[in-house]
């Protein structure tokens, strides 16, 4: 789903994930949770920087049912991510170049010595 949204700048529900064939990763990852909890919601929103994705952003609800994930995500809930997920956008991209250039002064100054 991640790779999907990236790859198509395509924000997406999916409040029957348990039914959906994926790699189970992340179902894995307890986080002091029950063992055998399984994602029943998902939704994912690319992060983009000028028109490109460098990222995804992506909120689950996991449990041993699909009563114990919780309701499901509405558009509501999607329109948030998108909005979530266009100020990492414009975070990154007012970041990245201080980041860039002192990496590449670091870099340099240590090919230098």
């Known amino acids: ?18 039914r959906t064939p994926h790699v189970t990763v992340f179902e894995g990852v307890s986080l002091e949770r029950p063992l055998g909890e399984q994602i029943f919601r998902i939704m994912s929103a690319p992060i983009v ?12 609800r996991k449990g041993l049912s699909a009563k114990e994930a919780g309701d499901n995500f509405s558009p509501g809930d999607l329109h948030a991510l998108i909005t ?7 975070i990154v991209m007012v970041w ?18």
Not at 49 to 60: L, P, R
Not at 84 to 90: C, E, P, T, Y
Not at 103 to 108: A, F, P, T, V
């Open 49 to 60: 920087d000028e028109g490109k994705a460098i990222g995804v952003v992506q909120i689950s």
């Open 1 to 18: 789903m991640a790779a999907r949204t990236a790859r198509d700048l395509r924000p997406e529900i999916n409040n029957s994930f348990n």
């Open 84 to 90: 979530l997920g266009l100020a990492l956008g414009r």
């Open 96 to 113: 990245q170049g201080p980041i860039d250039n002192a990496y590449r002064q670091n870099h340099h100054e240590m090919e230098c010595r």
